[in-house]
């Protein structure tokens, strides 16, 4: 019997081999193609569901917490949203082959900078089905090879979908799913630099800095999502509530939700009130510096340790700043370089915030809610990327090619 290390090698010769094969597709064969994989996500609903009751009920033996464990869930909603998904990814354009550039040198030569794929990508994530899909079809649509590694907690969901995308008329070997859950899958993964031309971690802040460091292949990585809302001294307070429960609430186990409230000390009074009592509402714990604690009395002490926390709950710390460049100095220090957002009426305040934070989105009286690959139009997205090199934010298409430069001539030579 093969071994881990083994299989997983032979997977990445697979891989490359296939990667050569889907770079012969024209756009209309691979949209066809992704077509095909939605309707098979489509008609395989009941077999997606009896799997994913299976990780959904392991997951309750093991204790995961709710947030956790809506994570892992599909349901019907979420299924027809994955195959809607890839509908909308072949309704993009495709970005290989596109002509980033074209200049001619004064000998005549005719050089073009094209996209091309990367060629073979590894993706190593956890909890949520559903990356399944969305790694799969934008690796596919770009021309990629994948070799996925989900968690454990979804080893059954994920087995699933990938039978059905693979059962789809996909070149053999282009999409293919790691059936070990145990750590020395990621170790071999991440040292298959032969095999391999990239690999991207998605989930906790361990997983990543362990993929980091076995690596042999770049990395794009896809780390904490410590994010902000600052409420300007001249914010909207009603808008600046609003965000403020959209952000933390709409989803509150995602990267994209907000951890951090940051008051303007000159509308804490005022503010801080109204923004508890609709968090309240929503059963939101609230962690407060002690100036914050002297206007809502009855929250819990923040930590400094709360400033840097992800919480992925129903969490959220508050501190009251006393300006501007003190609320950019905590997000610039304490926060990941994901999304953070001002709320103010002050164009010229608005425009230093998303000038001076360093993070891969910022916003303007919008919720972090819609830092996604799909609100930002991209379709599905492979993760949101916090690095600065090739790729940052909302991951689409076009961070998943490279480019290439095509040189033309008639018998030019070098003197």
Known sequence: MATIQETIHQMGRQARAAAYNLAKLTSDEKNTILRAMASAIRQRVPELLGANAKDIAAGREKGLSAAMLDRLLLDE?????????????????????????AW?????????????????????????????????????????????????EAIHSNLAIAEALAAAGVPEHAIQLIPFTDRESVAVLAGMDQWLDLIIPRGGKGLIETVVSLARMPVIKHYDGICHLFADKDADQAMAVSLTVNSKTHKCGVCNALETLLVHREIA????PKAATALHAKNVELRGCERTREILTDIIPATENDWCTEYLDLILSVKIVDSLEDAVAHINRYGSHHSDVIVTRDEAVAERFLREVDSACVFHNVSTRFADGGEFGFGAEIGISTDK???????????????QYRVRGNGQTRS
């Open 104 to 152: 001619e040198r004064p000998n005549g030569i005719k050089i073009e900078q094209v996209r091309v794929p990367i060629g073979t990508i590894g993706i190593i994530y956890e909890s949520r089905p559903n990356v399944t899909a969305d790694a799969a079809v934008l690796c596919f649509k770009t021309g990629n090879a994948t070799i996925l590694r989900g968690g454990s």
């Open 77 to 101: 909603a979420r299924i027809e949203a994955m195959a809607a998904g890839i509908d909308q990814v072949a309704t993009l354009p495709d970005p290989v082959g596109l002509v980033l550039d």
């Open 389 to 403: 090199l090739h790729a940052r934010g909302p991951m689409g298409l076009r961070e998943l090619t490279s480019y």
């Open 269 to 272: 009074a005022d503010f801080l």
